[in-house]
């Protein structure tokens, strides 16, 4: 680590020796791994699996700190939905509005066909696309009520044509957050349960009494949620095993220093264990960005949560050029890249690994968090991979076509017959073998 690491944020250059081993560290990251958290969701997810709604009702008084007797005073109406949303400020519903509406346009582009085509022999294959029957959103609650992740989980529900979506929201304390509630109206949601934690992911996998069982569950929360999003994954589908919220961004040295600070402040602020990581191949741009984060830090509402992370997770990386900071971006694939460059569509075919790419100076990660129309639910981690972020495909399903004509059957029939018996399979030989017509 170079000797210009400061109390905020290290400083790293990849010429230093040891810079691999920094960046290995800095990175590492496991979200999931606590074996006692495991062994209370494996708990709070039996009991709910043996005794339903009496479960989601004992464990979300406990947690929440609510008396409630029954699953009914956790269900929130329709009408209540669209009362908090009239009841927004005129600036809010219209803010709000705007971004489903961006969102909505954005992922229509997304919905993909089911199609065929048909072989000389009259053989027909294809594919059918069809929308999952039943989704349920998970939205966090309390402290961090966030009405943007029910836009981008419930939206791409509806535009793919589930026909049910549910949403859970927790509510510690029996506060309810009316632009949570506003953003599940205008995104069309069926049914929303003010429960959260292991128990609202429990509820959602293996269905209650009152609350039906879905068949993906999407939407981040904490480490209770994560865990039991892994260990119900196989009963229902999951979107993924989130980490924290990330950032890098790449500056060719012409951008202004403060607006870079912010940029990297505006992951910073999630918590503690998010990350912010700043590329440039210009030293001097090194020094003027951490000036501005040192003076613009304690401007922040959220500056002691913002400082940890950079303490604990962020790092300012001095590189040679842009090749080695498009090695550093795929090497990262971070869940939010900003490059801040002035031709970014030069880099783009170098980019390969990224979960959402922001060009230009102008562009900052938070106009994709909130409105831009992208999906802002994006892989975490280094999962960038082989991971995509959350879109209309992650809410329907494929079936494979196949409609053999006599001819076509015959044909593949003998194809089949070969491929099977070298398999010592005679039952499927023999089975394609009673089409084969000559």
């Known amino acids: 680590m170079s000797d210009k690491s400061t109390a905020t944020i290290a400083r790293l250059s990849t010429v230093d020796g040891a810079f691999h ?12 791994s606590d074996k ?7 708990e709070i997810l039996a009991d709910v699996k043996r005794r339903g709604d009496s479960a989601v ?26 009362k908090a949303f009239d009841g927004l400020p005129a600036e809010q519903r219209n803010a709000l509005s705007a971004a489903a509406e961006r969102i909505k346009r954005y992922h229509e582009r997304q919905k993909p066909s089911s199609w065929q085509y048909e072989e000389a022999d009259g053989t027909v294959l294809g594919q059918k696309v069809t929308p999952l029957d039943r989704a349920g959103i998970y939205v966090p609650g309390g402290k961090a009520a966030y009405p943007s992740s029910v836009l981008m989980n419930a939206i791409p529900a509806h535009v793919a044509g589930v026909r049910e979506i549910v949403m859970v929201v927790p509510t510690p304390d029996g506060v309810l957050n009316d632009l949570v509630l506003a953003a599940a109206h205008l995104a069309g949601v069926d049914y929303v349960f003010t429960i959260g934690g292991a128990q609202a992911i429990a509820a959602l996998a293996y269905g209650t009494e009152s609350i039906p069982r879905v068949d993906k569950i999407v939407g981040p929360g904490n480490i209770y949620v994560a865990t039991a999003k892994r260990a119900v994954f196989g009963q229902v589908g999951i979107d993924m095993i989130a980490g924290p919220s990330e950032i ?19 992951q910073a602020e999630h918590d503690e264990d998010a990350q912010a990581i700043f590329v440039s191949w210009k030293a001097d741009h090194l020094d003027a960005v951490e000036a501005s984060i040192e003076r613009l830090l304690p401007t922040l509402e959220r500056e002691d949560i913002a400082r940890a992370s950079l303490q604990r997770r962020g790092a300012l990386i001095l590189c040679q050029d842009q090749a080695e900071a498009i090695e550093l971006i795929n090497r990262i694939a971070p869940e939010h890249l900003e490059l801040s460059v002035e031709t970014p569509g030069d880099w783009l075919d170098d980019v390969r690994h990224a979960g959402a790419i922001f060009m230009g100076r102008h562009t900052s990660e938070a106009l994709g968090d909130y409105c831009a129309g992208p999906n802002h639910v994006l892989p975490t981690s280094g999962t960038a991979r ?3 972020p959350l879109g209309v495909y992650d809410f329907q399903k494929r079936s494979s076509i196949i409609h053999c004509s006599p001819d076509g059957a015959s044909e593949l029939g003998k194809i089949a017959s070969v491929l099977a018996r070298g398999e010592s399979l005679t039952a499927h030989a023999r089975s394609a073998e009673y089409r084969i017509n000559d």
């Open 36 to 42: 006692a958290v495991q062994a209370r969701v494996e």
């Open 386 to 388: 082989f991971s995509s």
């Open 21 to 32: 081993q920094h960046l290995d560290a800095l990175l590492d990251w496991e979200g999931v």
């Open 248 to 266: 890098m961004v790449v500056s060719d040295g012409q951008t202004d220093p403060d607006w870079l600070a912010m940029d990297l402040f505006s």
């Open 57 to 82: 009702v004992e464990a979300t008084n406990r947690f929440d700190r609510l008396s409630v007797e029954s699953m009914e005073q956790l269900c929130l109406s329709p009408e209540q939905l669209k």
